[in-house]
T-cell receptor, first 117, second 109 residues
Framework: GAVVSQHPSWVICKSGTSVKIECRSL??????MFWYRQFPKQSLMLMAT?????????EQGVEKDKFLINHASLTLSTLTVTSAHPEDSSFYIC?????????????FGPGTRLTVL | RKEVEQDPGPFNVPEGATVAFNCTYS??????FFWYRQDCRKEPKLLMS???SGNEDGRFTAQLNRASQYISLLIRDSKLSDSATYLC??????????FGKGTKLSVKP
């Protein structure tokens, strides 16, 4: 399968600060990247769909001004959690698709564990 | 009704056992279905896609029943290394995936 990297793998920050997470597709061009969030013992919940060169589409209940997504190239999407608070502590995972396999086939990054103190 | 629902688990089975996971989906327009495996504090890894004709990969067999909107995963001859959480996923209209909550499997010696 294709390789997707994420950086950082974990981050601890103070409440009120902003955190940027990068997601890169290393060996293919991803026209679409997805951002998920997973709380302990919960399923992955889609936050937003990011298409290269256009604005992200956010799921209901996800604040677009708080979770800023930029997908400036076919290999890089970034998620910035602005003014993070303890309730934003979670496991954030990106995935990349682009028609390598079936329409919905996605390749996941290793995730970023965010802890907000 | 949740879009994708799975057996809650956990499933605790001895090595060598056969175990089956079930999953139902609500969107009849979904065209793609997958089983993912997720280890603790790791990202999901694709285990297998699920096709209408059913597909098998070694000890793993996946089935899709479109009429009942149901997919299944069968693991034969369970190994200790099969212990993980198994997530089923249905394809959404935007190319996204809709995941179930996952079923935890624990294989004991």
């Amino acid at each position: 399968g294709a390789v997707v990297s994420q950086h950082p793998s974990w981050v601890i920050c103070k409440s009120g600060t902003s955190v940027k997470i990068e997601c890169r597709s290393l060996d293919f061009q991803a026209t679409t990247m997805f951002w998920y969030r997973q709380f302990p013992k919960q399923s992955l919940m889609l936050m937003a769909t990011s298409n290269e060169g256009s604005k992200a589409t956010y799921e209901q209940g996800v604040e677009k001004d708080k979770f800023l997504i930029n997908h400036a190239s076919l290999t890089l999407s970034t998620l910035t959690v602005t003014s993070a608070h303890p309730e934003d502590s979670s496991f954030y995972i990106c995935s990349a698709g682009g028609g390598l396999g079936s329409y919905n086939e996605q390749f996941f990054g290793p995730g970023t564990r965010l802890t907000v103190l | 009704r949740k879009e994708v629902e799975q057996d809650p688990g956990p499933f605790n089975v001895p090595e060598g056992a056969t175990v089956a996971f079930n999953c139902t989906y609500s969107n009849s327009a979904s065209q793609s279905f997958f089983w993912y495996r997720q280890d603790c504090r790791k990202e999901p890894k694709l285990l297998m896609s699920v096709y209408s004709s059913g597909n098998e990969d070694g000890r793993f067999t996946a089935q899709l029943n479109r009429a009942s909107q149901y997919i299944s995963l069968l693991i034969r001859d369970s190994k200790l290394s099969d212990s993980a959480t198994y997530l089923c996923a249905a394809g959404g209209s935007q190319g996204n995936l809709i995941f179930g909550k996952g079923t935890k499997l624990s294989v004991k010696p």
